[in-house]
T-cell receptor, first 112, second 114 residues
């Protein structure tokens, strides 16, 4: 059974650019969440999607957005990148939100 | 907002020793989770706890969901070098709300000396 797949694994972008990260959840999982991990702030919740609807959103600026497709795959987008957006972005999926989430290996974003 | 206090921040132990770490919260949760993260990888779920007072084991790992729902601990027995990593606690689904996000502790860095 394939795990949560995130692409790309590594990304280097310039300030002001935008970026789109992709997440393919475990087959059959309908809930997908995104987290940002930095040394200073730890793991911070970005947003959660369930059946193509954003159900919860963390305390991040509007530059951070996401969506979920009918096959449960999800993308997150960050516009007008800032240096502080450099982080490991993790996607996690769960069958129905009530169980522990399975994480992908993450996308390491570096903004220069 | 909700915060989880995880302790200790780091531990340096000898192979074969037992390890204990815990998390406390100012709010109650309906689910407690323990994850381990290796460098360059995402967190891997070790144990999930869904009921207050629940004690669950996974091999050499044992975790408990505190009776007050505001705390949880993780024990690792007879540590081995591959136990090295960062261990995170996470609380989920505070009662009365629809927020299913995971609130994470800051992590415990475990180093095992062979």
């Amino acid at each position: 059974k394939a795990g949560v797949t995130q692409t790309p694994r590594y990304l280097i972008k310039t300030r002001g650019q935008q970026v789109t990260l992709s997440c393919s959840p475990i087959s059959g999982h309908r809930s997908v969440s995104w987290y940002q991990q930095t040394p200073g702030q730890g793991l911070q919740f970005l947003f959660e999607y369930f059946s193509e609807t954003q159900r919860n959103k963390g305390n991040f600026p509007g530059r951070f957005s996401g969506r979920q497709f009918s096959n449960s795959r999800s993308e997150m987008n960050v516009s007008t990148l800032e240096l502080g957006d450099s982080a490991l972005y993790l996607c996690a999926s769960s069958p129905d939100r009530n169980y522990g989430y399975t994480f992908g290996s993450g996308t390491r974003l570096t903004v220069v | 907002g909700q915060q989880l206090n995880q302790s200790p921040q780091s531990m340096f132990i000898q192979e074969g020793e037992d390890v204990s770490m815990n998390c406390t919260s100012s709010s109650i949760f309906n689910t407690w989770l323990w994850y381990k993260q290796d460098p360059g990888e995402g967190p891997v779920l070790l144990i999930a706890l869904y009921k207050a007072g629940e004690l669950t084991s996974n091999g050499r790992l044992t975790a408990q969901f505190g009776i007050t729902r505001k705390d949880s601990f993780l024990n690792i027995s007879a540590s081995i070098p591959s136990d090295v990593g960062i261990y995170f606690c996470a609380g989920q689904r505070p009662p009365g709300g629809s927020n299913y996000k995971l609130t994470f502790g800051k992590g415990t860095l475990l180093t095992v000396n062979p």
